[in-house]
């Protein structure tokens, strides 16, 4: 893959958690791993705002400590401090109605707001927030286009291949899918 197909990734701090070493035997600490590997391996760069480098800090594993250290070494982190949008925030967060999902929403508009800054991508394993985010695409436009991989959900959205591909902005990894 060349660097020009390189995309910029959001990555949540959740796959930062359940990374493990190469001789952890858990399935989702084995994706996660190889997902990060197959990410240094390729041209793809990680973006870390302050809360995403907070909120790694605090819940990385070893491996991906590590990990981290490595794509830093080698330049292919994009730290950025994307301005807040407290006018997107509301939008999104009005969309549901139920106390904790609100609350969910708030603690992870982050990632939306990082994403949106650069090339609209986001890995995690939160399949709650996903669901959240994708109901709300359907009355917010602005979030429509953010792509969305589980890097556990191998099986489904394959998702080594897709980075090996460039990471393409495919219509069915898009939050509006």
Known sequence: ???RDSKQLVIDADVARASGSETAAHPRAEHCRDFLNAV???SHRIVMTEKINNEWKNHQSRFAR???VSMDARKKINRIDPPE???LQAKVTTTTNNTDEIEAIQKDFHLLQAALATDQTVISLDETIRRLF???SQRVSEIRNIIWVNPDRTAEEQPITWLQNGAPPEPQRQLSA
Do not use: C, I, P, Y
Request: overall charge positive; charged content about 45%; aromatic content about 6%.
């Open 1 to 3: 893959m060349r660097a």
């Open 40 to 42: 240094l391996s390729l």
């Open 66 to 68: 590590r990990w981290r």
């Open 85 to 87: 949008d407290e006018e």
């Open 134 to 136: 994708k109901q709300a």
